[in-house]
C-alpha cells in the first residue's frame, strides 16, 4: 500500500519580524495562495493542510483558507510549538510521509519537494530526506510522521520544538538519512539569496521579483528568479543586509510606542525595520490608550517610547527613551545592547 503523504504548512497571523506577513498581498494575491498554488503542482502529495493556530488573531487567516477550500488544521496549543503541531496535523491528516512547508516561502520549487517525496517512498527505512551537498532551494523538507513522534519521545525541548528538525540537522548521524542531489539549475552556491519573506525588506525583494515575472495562471519559477537576478544583481541589494536569526538564540521581542504626530510614527517605523533586519529582534508597534497594557501583555523584553513620554512612569518593564537629539542608528545600537547586556545578566 501506497504511504499517504501530506504537505503541512504552518501560518499564523502573530510574526513578531513582519506581522500578517502570509496575508500580504503578492502580485494581487495573499502569500499564503501563492505557496498553495505551488504545493498543487507536487507530484506525489495526498493533501495539502495548513497548520494555524486557533486564536482570535488568526480567525481572518482561518477565514480566508476557508473561503478558498483549503484544509484547516486548528492549533489550540502554544503557536511557537512547532514540532506539537507537526504531529497534531499529521494525525489528524493520517498521513505517515510529511512535506514541512514554510508559510513564507512563496518561491518554493515544487520539482524539488516532488523529488524529495519519491526519494522517501523510495527508501522505506529512512527518516528524513537531505539535499547534498545542499542548493538554494528553500522552504520545505521531507521526512516521516513516525521521526516527528521519535522526537518528541527523545524529550525535545525550547528550540528543538520551534525548530522541528534542529535536532536531525544537529545530529544528522543519528537519523536515517537518504540524500539527494541538487537540481542543477540550483547548485551553484553564488545564486543563493534570501528566497523568503520574513522582514519589510524580503517584501520588497519578493515584489520586485514578482513585478517581472509573475503572470495570472502561471507561478514564478526559481530559475527564473536565479536567471533574473544573473542578469539585474541590483536586485540582490534589496534585502542583501538582513541577517538571519541562530535558531539556538532565544528571540528578543520589543515593543515600540511612537508619540503623537508623523515625525514620531515616520522615526518609529524606520526604528521598527532596523531592529528587525539588522538585530533580528521582533517587535510590535503599539498605539492609543491601551499601548502600556498591551505592551506588559505580550511579553516584550523591552518597551521604547519617546523621552518624557507620560506612559514611562506605568511601565512595569524595562524600557528605553529616545532623546530628541537621537538617529535611528543610535537608538537601534542601544536598544541591541540592551537587550544583550539583560540576556547576559548585566545591569
Known amino acids: 500500500?501506497?504511504?499517504?503523504?501530506?504537505?503541512?504548512?504552518?501560518?499564523?497571523?502573530?510574526?513578531?519580524?513582519?506581522?500578517?506577513?502570509?496575508?500580504?498581498?503578492?502580485?494581487?494575491?495573499?502569500?499564503?495562495?501563492?505557496?498553495v498554488e505551488r504545493l498543487r503542482r507536487v507530484?506525489?502529495?495526498?493533501?495539502?493542510?495548513?497548520?494555524?493556530?486557533?486564536?482570535?488573531?488568526?480567525?481572518?487567516?482561518?477565514?480566508?483558507?476557508?473561503?478558498?477550500?483549503?484544509?484547516?488544521?486548528?492549533?489550540?496549543?502554544?503557536?511557537?510549538?512547532?514540532?506539537?503541531?507537526?504531529?497534531?496535523?499529521?494525525?489528524?491528516?493520517?498521513?505517515?510521509?510529511?512535506?514541512?512547508?514554510?508559510?513564507?516561502?512563496?518561491l518554493l520549487d515544487p520539482?524539488?519537494?516532488?523529488?524529495?517525496?519519491?526519494?522517501?517512498?523510495?527508501?522505506?527505512?529512512?527518516?528524513?530526506?537531505?539535499?547534498?551537498p545542499p542548493g538554494i532551494e528553500g522552504g520545505v523538507a521531507c521526512l516521516r510522521h513516525s521521526t516527528f513522534v521519535r522526537i518528541d519521545r527523545e524529550g525535545a525541548h525550547g528550540p528543538e520544538r520551534e525548530h522541528a528538525t534542529l535536532r536531525i540537522l544537529e545530529r544528522p548521524e543519528c537519523f536515517r538519512i537518504v540524500e539527494i542531489a541538487p537540481d542543477p539549475c540550483f547548485a551553484d552556491p553564488a545564486d543563493a539569496?534570501?528566497?523568503?519573506?520574513?522582514?519589510?525588506a524580503d517584501a520588497r525583494f519578493l515584489e520586485a521579483v514578482f513585478a517581472r515575472l509573475w503572470r495570472p495562471g502561471e507561478i514564478v519559477d526559481l530559475r527564473d528568479v536565479v536567471r533574473l537576478l544573473r542578469q539585474e544583481p541590483a536586485l540582490r541589494s534589496i534585502n542583501r543586509h538582513v541577517r538571519q536569526r541562530d535558531p539556538r538564540s532565544p528571540g528578543r521581542f520589543v515593543a515600540l510606542l511612537p508619540g503623537d504626530g508623523e515625525r514620531s510614527r515616520s522615526f518609529f517605523r524606520s526604528l521598527a525595520e532596523q531592529l528587525v533586519e539588522q538585530c533580528r529582534i521582533g517587535i510590535r508597534v503599539?498605539?492609543?490608550?491601551?499601548?502600556?497594557?498591551?505592551?506588559?501583555?505580550?511579553?516584550?523584553?523591552?518597551?521604547?517610547?519617546?523621552?518624557?513620554?507620560?506612559?514611562?512612569?506605568?511601565l512595569p518593564i524595562a524600557r528605553y527613551e529616545i532623546g530628541p537629539d537621537v538617529s535611528i542608528r543610535q537608538a537601534t545600537e542601544r536598544i541591541d545592547a540592551m537587550l544583550a547586556g539583560a540576556a547576559k545578566g548585566t545591569p
Not at 492549533?75 to 510549538?81: K, L, Q
Not at 539569496?193 to 519589510?200: E, V
Not at 490608550?289 to 523621552?307: K, N, Y
Open 1 to 35: 500500500m501506497t504511504e499517504r503523504f501530506a504537505a503541512i504548512v504552518q501560518a499564523r497571523v502573530g510574526s513578531t519580524r513582519l506581522p500578517g506577513k502570509v496575508l500580504r498581498p503578492l502580485a494581487g494575491r495573499p502569500v499564503i495562495l501563492h505557496v
Open 43 to 106: 507530484v506525489g502529495l495526498d493533501e495539502i493542510v495548513i497548520s494555524v493556530p486557533d486564536t482570535d488573531a488568526d480567525r481572518p487567516l482561518i477565514e480566508l483558507l476557508a473561503r478558498e477550500r483549503i484544509h484547516v488544521h486548528r492549533w489550540p496549543g502554544e503557536a511557537s510549538d512547532l514540532l506539537g503541531r507537526y504531529l497534531a496535523a499529521g494525525r489528524a491528516a493520517r498521513a505517515e510521509g510529511i512535506l514541512m512547508v514554510d508559510s513564507d516561502c512563496p
Open 111 to 132: 520539482d524539488t519537494a516532488s523529488r524529495m517525496i519519491s526519494a522517501l517512498r523510495a527508501a522505506p527505512d529512512a527518516e528524513y530526506v537531505r539535499i547534498a
Open 193 to 200: 539569496h534570501r528566497f523568503w519573506l520574513d522582514t519589510p
Open 286 to 314: 503599539l498605539h492609543g490608550p491601551s499601548a502600556v497594557r498591551e505592551a506588559t501583555q505580550i511579553g516584550a523584553d523591552c518597551v521604547v517610547l519617546p523621552c518624557g513620554d507620560l506612559r514611562a512612569a506605568c
